[in-house]
């Protein structure tokens, strides 16, 4: 792999598919529980031990998203949200503590709805100006504060309980071999 | 290591206050269901003459959509009708059977005390008035 001049190898586009199946393995598997999801967790746990190649597995995951699920408002959001995620938890990369990241997982679970906001916001700003917009957001915002602390509880406890245990065995997958 | 305990203080406040923040909005900010803008009592006189009424703030376009309104919230008014090429005939109220072919009674309908022109699902509601249902016998 040292010797591989590319950036990506037929390994790392194995590795993406790998990842992106199972994010949307789990996303199926919890989707009868609203705002309870593995998603969050699997980034930053791709960014933390795949790395900067991460960058390329969330376009791939947005898009099979787009196309599994269809297109919608929501997938708009994608588009910045993921992003987002993984570039924070690059930002914080040199951090291991799995109560760290539990809590960067419930800030960002909890701020999901106030990022989704973003877009309603922008609709209403394009349709009918700024006031329109902002009026559009907040109420949009305010209405899922519920299920953003809903979101903000499961994203602690994944993380938590599953950082260690995933954790171990991701050394094991993405380092290991490249030594 | 005291780099990261020092990441953790911070993220957990960080949470904690958002957490606070967040559910104050909440409170704060969300829609509550609001009361209906149109105040209206709704009377009964029942067979032995006694008057019980109901106040109501509705938003509701007839009558029929105001009682339905009003026994879901006041569990002591009832009422019971049968459909018909009219609109609905009301038959029982709070218990009360007036059914003309069998009991020689029916419920008639005054809008603030004048003899009503429409049936329950027709008689159009109105800020302020008062509607009575009166257990009226024919014998009587």
């Known amino acids: 792999m ?7 190898s037929a390994k790392d586009i194995a590795y993406i598919g790998i990842m992106i199946a199972v994010i949307e393995a789990c996303k199926f598997a919890l989707s009868f529980l609203p705002n309870i999801e593995l998603t969050t967790f ?3 746990m791709f960014t933390l031990f795949y790395g900067r190649k991460t960058a390329i597995l969330v376009p791939v995951l947005i898009l099979v998203e787009g196309a599994v699920y269809g297109v919608n408002t929501w997938w708009i959001m994608y588009l910045y949200i993921w992003p987002l ?22 800030i960002f679970g909890l701020c999901f709805g106030g990022l989704c906001a973003l877009t309603p916001f922008f609709m209403g700003v394009f349709t009918e100006g700024i006031s329109s917009g902002f009026n559009t957001a907040f109420s949009f915002w ?26 171990k065995v991701m050394k094991k997958a993405f380092h290991m071999e490249q030594i | 290591m005291k780099n990261n305990k ?14 606070a923040i967040f559910t104050v909005c909440y409170f704060k900010f969300y829609a509550k ?49 049968s459909e018909s090429e009219y609109g609905i005939m009301i038959e029982e109220i709070n218990g009360q059977q007036a059914i003309y072919d069998k009991d020689n009674a029916y419920w008639a309908l005054y809008v603030n005390d004048n003899y009503g022109e429409y049936g329950a699902d027709q008689q159009p509601v109105i800020d302020g008035e008062t509607y009575t249902w009166k257990y009226e016998s024919v014998t009587q």
């Open chain 1, 2 to 8: 040292k010797g591989d001049k590319s950036l990506f």
């Open chain 1, 42 to 44: 699997w980034l930053i």
């Open chain 2, 6 to 19: 020092k990441k953790i203080i911070i993220g957990g406040i960080i949470l904690a206050v958002l957490i």
């Open chain 1, 85 to 106: 995620l993984v570039l924070m938890a690059w930002l914080f990369r040199k951090c291991e503590s799995a109560l760290f990241w539990a809590i960067f997982s419930g």
């Open chain 2, 33 to 81: 269901p609001v009361e209906g803008s149109k105040k209206v009592v709704i009377e009964v006189v029942d067979r032995e003459g006694n008057t019980t009424g109901y106040k109501l703030a509705t938003d509701a376009e007839f009558l029929k959509q105001a009682m339905d309104e009003l026994s879901k919230s006041d569990k002591e008014f009832s009422y019971k009708g």
């Open chain 1, 142 to 167: 305010i209405s899922g504060i519920p299920w953003d602390i809903v979101h903000c509880v499961g994203n602690f406890v994944f993380m938590l309980i599953l950082f260690k245990p995933i954790g």
